[in-house]
C-alpha cells in the first residue's frame, strides 16, 4: 500500500527471459488438499501462461495478520474464489512474527504454512511478499518492534540491517518455498522483491540485488516481482516481471464523489512482459477523526471498480491486484500513528466480512477475465465509431480468433453525464451499427463503462455481438451456457451463429427471437432473469439474461466433472460432484429459491443435508432447490458489569521500585532528546500502548520545581498524554505534543514528592522515504522543571510488563501496553473482576485518570450460521475519554470518544465464542474532570446466514 501517489511512471521495463511459473487452470488451481503435480508457466507480452494456457491474475489483497482468527481466513478466501478471483496477494510482516530479536514465531495466528495451504484449498494462487519491508499501514511499516533500537540505516545496503534482513528472509523464505507449485507444494506462483522502492542510487540497486540473491538461495524459483513502478525494471536489481502502483483516486474519503481520472495503464507496458498491477486501488485508509470507512466505500465504489478496473482492460493488463480485497483489522497495537483500529479499507469484503456492493462488480468482471480465453492475447484496434463525441472506445482484438473488445465509456471518465449513442463495428467481415434494433441505444450512465463483445467462439457456440456485457460462459452437462447482463430497465440485443436448423425456446422472462440466415437474433429488455434455450447444433445453447441486480445471485464455481452456475443464495462457495449427487457448500439467507445447473446431476445436497429438488423439465438441464433459511438471531443486553480503579500509578504511595531507572544518556531514536536523561520509551524496550512516568523530587531544599514542562510524542492526533503531581491532576494535552504544567501552591510536599504521567505510543512511523522513521520517538521527548535543574526530578519508567523479554505467547507483541490492569494480566483472567464493584453505564465517574471495567456475555448463537458480531460504543455528547477494548483477552479496538470516528468494532468468531462465555473488558482512560466515564456499550449483528463456516469445526 502507498501512502502518496506517484504523478509520473517511471520509466519502461526491460525485457526478460521467459522463467518457470506454475499453476492448473487458467481461471485458478483447483481447489484440492492434496499436493498438485508440478507445472510450468511462461510469460510474454500478453499474459502468464500456465502448462501453455493463458491465466488472467485476478487478485485482491489480503492479510493474515489483520485477522487473529485463522479458521476464518478459509471464509475470506473462498469469498474471493466465489467472486472469480484465482489469486490472493499477501504482505507477511516481520514485526508480527518476531516480538524480539533472534526470536521467530510460525505458529497459531501466525502460522503461515497454514495460511497457505488454506489459500491451495480454496483453488487460489499466491504471491507472496515478504518484503522486509511492508508498508501496509502497520507500525513501521511490518519492521519489528526490537529494530527501533537499532542504529542502522533501513532499506539499504548497510551491512547490519541486511544480517538482520537475511535472518527475517530465511525464516520466512523457507516456509514460502515449500508452498511453490513449481515443485508441487502449493500454489506460490510469484515473489514480490521490497516493497514501493523508488530510491536508485548505486547503494538502492546494491540492495535490491542482494534481496534478489537471497530469495534465489533460499529455494525461491518463481518469478521475482516488482511493485516499483517504473524503477528497477532494468540494470542491476531489476525485477523479472515489473509490478505496478496506482491510486488514482487517491485517500479523501471526505469527498466520495469527486473523482480524478482514470489513468492509461498501456503507458506502463513494457515489451516481452504482461502488463500487471502488483497494486491497484480497492479502498483507501481512513485517518483519526475522518469520516469513516462508508464514506471510503462510496469513493471507491462499484462504479469506481466498473470504470477504473475495465479501463485497466482495455489498456492490454492481464494482472490485477486490487488492494485492498479484505482489509480487516488493524488490532492491538499494530496501526500506524494516522489510522485507527479499523482497516475495512472501503473493501469489496467487510472488516465484518459482509459483502459491499463493489464486490458484485468484482465478481462479473472475475467471472469474465478468467473465463474468457481470447481476452488473454488482443493487440490494439482501431475505435469504433459512435454517434455521441462524448464517448470514447477503446478496443482490442485477438489476432487468433478475430474476438473484439470495446470498452465504451465517457471520454472524461469523471463524468456523470446519461448518454447514449450507436456505434459501428465489423462482424462477420460486414460493418453494422450498433444496437441494430430501431429506437434503441447502448446507454452509458454516468460512471459507467461498458465491454462490448464481438466475434465470441465459446464451447460449440458462436456469438457474433451482444450489446450487453458478457458475465461468462461453460460447458456443463452437454450444454454451454452464456450469461449476459446490463442495467435494469435497458435495451440488449445479442446474435449468434446458429445452423438452420435452429430452434429457441423462452424459458423463462420476455425476450424476442428470431432464426434468419444462420443467425439468431435476441431483442430483450434487462429486467431481473430471463432464459432463452436454443437446440439443433452440435450442443444445446443456454442463454441467461440477467439485470445487474440479479447477477448478485449468481455464482460459478468448478467441480473435476466441470462447471456449476447456481442463481440464487447469499453465497456459493464449493462444489463437488459424486455419482448423480451435487455437494453445494454455501451461505443461504432468507430467499431460499435457487436454480441449479450442474454436470449430470439428479440429487443436490447443501452443506452436507439433502435438499428438495424439482428438475425444470427444459432442455437446460436446470434443477429448481429449497435451501435452508437463517433462524433470527437475538443478542443479550451487556450487562451487570464492575468496575474498579485502573491507575494505582497516580498516588504518591505508590511502589515503584522495580521500575527501570531512566538513567540513559543517549538514544538510538532519530529524535534528538531535548533533556536529560534520556525518557524516550523505545530506549527502554517499550513499544506498545502506554507508557507510565514517575518523577520523584524532594520538596525540601532550594532546587525544588514548581511545575514542569513536558514534550510527549505519541504519533498522532490520536494521541495525548495527562500528569498529576501527588495524586491531584494537572491536566491533559490531546491531539499536541507539548503542556506545560505549574504546581499550585500546597499540592508540593516536604518530602518525596512524585509527578505522574501517563502516555500513550500510537504506533511508529512507516519508513516509506527510507530516513529510519520508524525510530521517530514515542513518549517523553523533553521534561524540564520549572524554576529548579532539570536534574530535580529523577524519573522512573514502566510500559508493557517485561518489555521485549515477555510478549504473549498467543497473542503476539502488539496486544498490550504499559497500563496497570495489562501488567497484571486482568484482561487474561476471566471470572470476577480483582477488587470489581457493580456500576450502571453510561458511567458517571468523576475523576480523570484510568478505570477498568468488565461484562461477561455468554452467547448460544446458531450453530450452522455463520453470525458476524461486534461491540459498538455510544456516547452522550461532551464525553471525553480514550478506551482499549479487550475480548476474551485480545485487544481489538481503540475508541477515543471525542474524535472517532469508530464506534463500531468487528470482533471475529474465535476470539469471540459464538458459543460460549465470553469476557469483555475496557480499559477507559478519562482525560478530563467532570462527569464522564464509559458510555452506552452493546453488541451489534452484522450479518449471519446458514452456512458452513457456522459449524463446531470451523473454529480457532
Not at 473465463?371 to 487468433?400: C, F, H, K, Q, Y
Not at 532528546?673 to 530506549?683: F, Y
Amino acid at each position: 500500500m502507498k501512502r502518496r501517489l506517484k504523478a509520473e511512471r517511471r520509466g519502461w521495463f526491460n525485457r526478460v527471459a521467459a522463467l518457470a511459473l506454475v499453476g492448473a487452470w487458467a481461471a485458478g488451481p483447483q481447489a484440492t488438499a492434496a499436493p498438485a503435480p508440478s507445472h510450468e508457466v511462461t510469460f510474454d507480452s500478453h499474459s502468464f501462461l500456465i502448462d501453455g494456457k493463458r491465466v488472467y491474475l485476478w487478485s485482491g489483497e489480503f492479510h493474515p495478520f489483520r485477522l487473529p482468527s485463522p479458521a476464518l481466513w478459509s471464509d475470506v478466501l473462498q469469498k474471493m474464489k466465489a467472486a472469480g478471483f484465482n489469486t490472493v496477494s499477501i504482505y507477511f510482516s516481520w514485526g508480527y512474527h518476531s516480538p524480539r530479536e533472534g526470536v521467530y514465531d510460525f505458529t497459531g495466528i501466525r502460522d503461515i504454512d497454514r495460511m497457505l495451504d488454506a489459500a491451495r484449498d480454496a483453488g487460489m494462487y499466491v504471491i507472496a511478499r515478504p518484503s522486509p519491508y511492508i508498508n501496509a499501514e502497520v507500525d513501521s511499516g511490518g519492521l519489528p518492534l526490537w529494530l527501533t533500537t537499532k542504529k542502522l540505516n533501513n532499506r539499504s545496503a548497510d551491512p547490519e540491517y541486511l544480517r538482520y534482513a537475511d535472518e527475517w528472509l530465511t525464516q520466512v523464505d523457507r516456509i514460502i518455498a515449500r508452498h511453490q507449485l513449481v515443485d508441487g507444494g502449493g500454489t506460490v506462483i510469484g515473489y514480490q522483491v521490497e516493497n514501493e522502492y523508488y530510491l536508485n542510487g548505486e547503494d538502492n540497486r546494491t540492495y535490491m540485488e542482494h534481496l534478489k540473491q537471497k530469495a534465489r538461495a533460499d529455494g525461491i524459483q518463481v518469478p521475482l516481482l516488482g511493485n516499483h513502478d517504473g524503477a528497477y525494471v532494468e540494470g542491476k536489481g531489476a525485477m523479472e516481471v515489473s509490478g505496478w502502483d496506482f491510486y488514482p483516486q487517491g485517500f479523501d474519503c471526505s469527498n466520495p464523489s469527486v473523482w480524478k481520472p482514470a489513468p492509461d495503464m498501456a503507458r506502463s507496458r513494457k515489451e516481452g512482459e504482461p502488463l500487471f498491477t502488483a497494486e491497484f486501488q480497492g479502498g483507501a485508509f481512513d485517518p483519526w477523526g475522518g469520516p469513516g470507512y462508508a464514506k471510503c466505500a462510496e469513493l471507491i465504489n462499484d462504479s469506481f471498480a466498473n470504470v477504473f478496473y475495465k479501463s485497466n482492460i482495455a489498456a492490454g493488463a492481464t494482472g490485477q491486484n486490487f488492494y485492498m480485497l479484505y482489509g480487516g483489522t488493524s488490532w492491538g497495537w499494530q496501526a500506524i500513528p494516522q489510522n485507527y483500529t479499523s482497516y475495512d479499507y472501503g473493501a469489496a469484503i467487510t472488516e465484518a466480512r459482509q459483502f459491499e456492493g463493489k464486490y458484485y462488480e468484482d465478481k462479473r468482471i472475475g467471472y469474465f477475465v478468467t473465463t474468457t480465453a481470447p481476452l488473454l492475447r488482443t493487440d490494439p484496434m482501431p475505435s469504433a465509431w459512435l454517434d455521441d463525441r462524448g464517448l470514447i472506445d477503446i478496443a482490442r482484438v485477438n489476432p487468433e480468433t478475430g474476438t473484439q473488445f470495446h470498452l465504451i465509456r465517457h471520454a472524461d471518465s469523471t463524468s456523470t453525464a446519461q448518454s447514449s449513442a450507436r456505434f459501428s463495428v465489423t462482424v462477420d467481415g460486414q460493418a453494422i451499427t450498433l444496437p441494430q434494433k430501431a429506437g434503441t441505444t447502448l446507454a452509458i450512465n454516468g460512471r459507467q463503462a461498458k465491454m462490448i463483445v464481438v466475434g465470441y467462439p465459446f464451447g460449440a457456440q458462436h456469438l457474433r455481438y451482444a450489446t450487453s456485457e458478457v458475465m461468462t460462459a461453460a460447458t456443463i452437462g452437454g450444454r454451454d451456457f452464456l450469461v449476459l447482463y446490463g442495467d435494469r430497465g435497458t435495451a440488449g440485443e445479442a446474435s449468434f451463429r446458429v445452423p438452420a436448423n435452429a430452434q429457441a425456446r423462452v424459458v423463462r422472462g420476455a425476450v424476442h427471437s428470431e432464426i434468419k440466415d444462420g443467425q439468431l437474433s435476441l431483442d430483450y429488455t434487462h429486467d431481473g432473469l430471463a432464459e432463452v434455450v436454443v437446440t439443433g447444433g452440435e450442443r444445446p445453447l443456454v442463454v441467461l439474461l440477467a439485470d445487474r441486480q440479479a447477477t448478485e445471485r449468481i455464482w460459478r464455481t468448478e467441480t473435476a466433472a466441470g462447471p456449476v452456475l447456481m442463481v440464487g443464495s447469499h453465497l456459493l462457495r464449493t462444489a463437488t460432484v459424486t455419482g448423480k449427487t451435487l455437494a453445494l457448500v454455501g451461505d443461504s439467507d432468507t430467499d431460499k429459491d435457487a436454480i441449479v445447473f450442474g454436470p449430470g446431476a439428479t440429487a443436490v445436497t447443501w452443506n452436507g443435508a439433502s435438499i428438495p429438488v424439482t428438475p425444470s423439465g427444459a432442455e437446460d438441464g436446470a434443477l429448481a432447490v429449497t435451501l435452508p433459511t437463517p433462524a433470527p438471531v437475538a443478542l443479550p443486553a451487556l450487562k451487570d458489569w464492575q468496575a474498579r480503579d485502573g491507575a494505582p500509578e497516580i498516588a504518591p504511595g505508590f511502589d515503584d521500585h522495580a521500575w527501570r531507572v531512566a538513567d540513559l544518556t543517549t538514544s538510538n531514536s532519530i529524535t534528538n532528546p531535548l533533556s536529560h536523561p534520556v525518557l524516550l520509551a523505545d530506549d527502554y524496550g517499550f513499544h506498545t500502548g502506554n507508557t507510565w512516568y514517575r518523577g520523584h523530587f524532594s520538596g525540601a531544599g532550594a532546587d525544588v520545581p514548581r511545575g514542569v514542562r513536558l514534550r510527549v510524542l505519541s504519533g498522532a492526533t490520536g494521541g495525548a498524554f495527562s500528569a498529576w503531581l501527588n495524586g491531584h491532576f494537572l491536566g491533559s494535552v490531546q491531539r499536541g505534543d507539548d503542556g506545560t504544567f505549574p504546581f499550585p501552591q500546597g499540592w508540593i510536599e516536604k518530602g518525596d514528592n512524585v509527578v505522574s504521567v501517563l502516555t500513550v505510543n500510537m504506533g511508529h512511523e512507516e519508513d516509506y522515504q527510507s530516513r529510519n522513521e520508524n525510530r521517530t520517538g514515542r513518549g517523553i521527548a523533553y521534561a524540564s522543571a520549572l524554576g529548579a535543574s532539570d536534574h530535580a526530578i529523577s524519573w522512573r519508567i514502566q510500559g508493557h510488563a517485561g518489555g521485549e523479554a515477555a510478549m504473549d505467547p498467543v497473542r503476539g507483541p502488539y496486544n498490550e501496553g504499559g497500563l496497570f490492569g495489562e501488567r497484571e494480566g486482568w484482561h487474561l483472567k476471566p471470572g470476577a473482576l480483582p477488587q470489581g464493584k457493580p456500576v450502571t453505564l453510561p458511567a458517571s465517574e468523576q475523576a480523570p485518570g484510568v478505570t477498568w471495567y468488565r461484562t461477561h456475555v455468554a452467547l448460544s448463537l446458531p450453530k450452522d450460521q455463520d453470525t458476524s458480531l461486534g461491540v459498538e460504543f455510544r456516547d452522550p455528547p461532551g464525553r471525553h475519554y480514550r478506551a482499549l477494548l479487550f475480548v476474551n483477552g485480545w485487544q481489538m479496538g481503540q475508541y477515543v470518544s471525542d474524535i472517532g470516528p469508530q464506534h463500531s468494532f468487528p470482533i471475529p468468531n474465535g476470539v469471540l465464542l459464538p458459543q460460549g462465555d465470553n469476557t469483555i473488558d475496557i480499559a477507559v482512560w478519562k482525560t478530563e474532570e467532570g462527569p464522564g466515564g464509559l458510555g452506552e456499550v452493546s453488541l451489534v449483528n452484522y450479518g449471519s446466514y446458514k452456512s458452513s463456516m457456522g459449524t463446531p469445526s470451523s473454529r480457532r
